[in-house]
Structures are given as C-alpha cells and as structure tokens.
C-alpha cells in the first residue's frame, strides 16, 4: 500500500506543475513531504509515467538531489 505522504507528494507535484517548472515541483514534493528515498524513486516513476515530456528535466533533478 502507498504511504499517504507520497499520496499528498503526487497531488501537490500536479497542483503545482501549472505555476513551477517540473524539476521544481519535484523537489518541493519531496521537500515538502520528507519523502524517503524508495519514495523519491516511486514519485519518480509516476511523473516519468504520466507526464514523459518532463523525463529528462525530472532525471537530471533526481541525480542532483541524490549527489548531494
């Protein structure tokens, strides 16, 4: 079962793609949420999934967030 911070993560990554770029909202989700790293990776994959123009820019963010 999905834990209900990557639920809120999800809903909060789309409420807020329309005002930020989406590497943006990527990091705030995971900011705002504590989210842990399985759950990084899973907020990951169902951006990828659901809005694949955004890979690239969502990639380049993931490996910068795990670099540091």
């Given at each position: 079962?999905?834990?209900?911070?990557?639920t809120?993560?999800?809903?909060?990554?789309?409420?807020?793609?329309?005002?930020?770029?989406?590497?943006?909202?990527?990091?705030?989700?995971?900011?705002?949420?504590?989210?842990?790293?399985d759950?990084?990776?899973?907020?990951?994959?169902?951006i990828i999934?659901?809005?694949?123009?955004?890979?690239?820019?969502?990639?380049?963010?993931?490996?910068?967030?795990?670099?540091?």
């Open positions: 079962m999905e834990e209900r911070s990557l809120y993560a999800k809903q909060y990554f789309r409420r807020n793609l329309g005002k930020y770029c989406a590497d943006d909202c990527f990091e705030s989700a995971i900011g705002e949420y504590y989210l842990r790293e759950e990084i990776e899973s907020l990951k994959k169902y999934k659901n809005y694949p123009t955004y890979e690239e820019e969502i990639n380049r963010r993931y490996n910068l967030i795990k670099g540091e």
